[in-house]
């Protein structure tokens, strides 16, 4: 998204087909992510009544918390994978000018402070 958003900005340049390429990496993003959210929505919800019930064993408990723990990995992961995908459709230039947009040149930000900012 942050490809897209800077291109029209008129912040960042990229070509028809990168920007058509750029456009599928999000979608599917978006999608698997909206995917793993929702699961993971059901499981906390999952969770949450277990415990209001009462009804919660240890070990059901450490099993629904591995559960949401990696359903939220996989969140991330398919949030890193789409920078991965995205990046790999970039000329050097133009990702030098989106990490300058994103403030990750010298003394700015780290990726993990950028998590933080979401």
Not at 18 to 47: N, P
């Amino acid at each position: 998204r942050h490809v897209l958003d800077a291109v029209a900005a008129g912040k960042l340049t990229a070509s028809p087909k990168q920007l058509e390429r750029v456009q599928l990496v999000f979608g599917r993003m978006k999608r698997d992510a909206q995917r793993a959210g929702a699961q993971i929505l059901a499981e906390e919800q999952q969770l949450e009544a277990g415990f209001r019930a009462a009804a919660m064993t240890d070990q059901e408990l450490r099993s629904r918390v591995a559960r949401i723990g990696a359903l939220q990995a996989e969140l991330r992961t398919i949030h890193l994978a789409a920078h991965l995908a995205t990046r790999a459709l970039l000329s050097d230039v133009q990702v030098a000018r989106y990490n300058e947009l994103r403030g990750y040149t010298a003394g700015g930000t780290t990726h993990q402070e950028h998590q933080r900012k979401h």
